[in-house]
């Protein structure tokens, strides 16, 4: 079973740069979630998508942050422009619908704005 | 509104030690509890959870928690540490509604030195 996949592993750019950060989850899932966490606020809850619509986004930090789920198999995570602050590492989750506490994380993207 | 704080962002236990993870939660409502593991640069993953019935619950790796009504609680323990048990450890919190979110402590680091 090849568990929720996330790419790139490691992001780095430069201020003003646009970044995309893509997430397959685990097939058969329902639900996707988009975490951040730093050190200063650890893991907070960015948004999360029930069969492909969003259903709470109020954890985006400002408009600049932008998320997607076309299909079952795929989401994007945009931040356009980057700035410095935006640094973090971004984790990905799926889950079954009726166990949505029982998230399934991918291994994390490390995002660097220089 | 649903909160969890981890008391300690860092515990230090020697090999074969006990190992003491302290949680303390709110919910307005009978809540899910959790615990997640997170090994240096991977995502988190589902330690234990309590829904209902038994108040003490076990996990993988030797891991048990008991959740406490009066005390709000939801310790973390385990007789005997590893070396393999240096993580980051995660309580989590949800209020159990289908299509809720997990809210996450801050987190508490645990160092095993031998």
């Known amino acids: 079973d090849a568990g929720v996949i996330q790419s790139p592993r490691h992001e780095v750019t430069e201020m003003g740069q646009e970044v995309t950060l893509r997430c397959k989850p685990i097939s058969g899932h329902d639900y996707l979630f988009w975490y951040r966490q730093t050190m200063m606020r650890g893991l907070e809850l960015l948004i999360y998508f029930n069969n492909n619509v969003p259903i709470d986004d109020s954890g985006m930090p400002e408009d600049r942050f932008s998320a997607k789920m076309p299909n079952a198999s795929f989401s994007t995570l945009k931040i356009q422009p980057s700035e410095p602050r935006d640094s973090a590492v971004y984790f990905c989750?799926?889950?079954?619908?009726?166990?949505?506490?029982?998230?399934?994380f991918g291994p994390g993207t490390r995002l660097t704005v220089t | 509104a649903q909160s969890v704080t981890q008391l300690g962002s860092h515990v230090s236990v020697s090999e074969g030690a006990l190992v003491l993870l302290r949680c303390n939660y709110s919910?307005?409502?009978?809540?899910?509890l959790f615990w997640y593991v997170q090994y240096p640069n991977q995502g988190l993953q589902l330690l234990l959870k309590?829904?209902?019935?038994?108040?003490l619950v076990k996990g993988i790796n030797g891991f048990e928690a008991e959740f406490k009504k009066s005390e709000t609680s939801f310790h973390l323990t385990k007789p005997s540490a590893h070396m393999s048990d240096a993580a980051e450890y995660f309580c989590?919190?949800?209020?159990?509604?289908?299509?809720?979110?997990?809210?996450f402590g801050g987190g508490t680091r645990v160092l095993v030195k031998p």
């Open positions: 919910s307005s409502v009978p809540p899910y």
């Open positions: 309590y829904t209902t019935g038994a108040t």
């Open positions: 989750a799926s889950s079954l619908a009726g166990k949505i506490y029982e998230q399934y």
């Open positions: 989590a919190v949800s209020n159990g509604a289908a299509g809720n979110k997990l809210t």
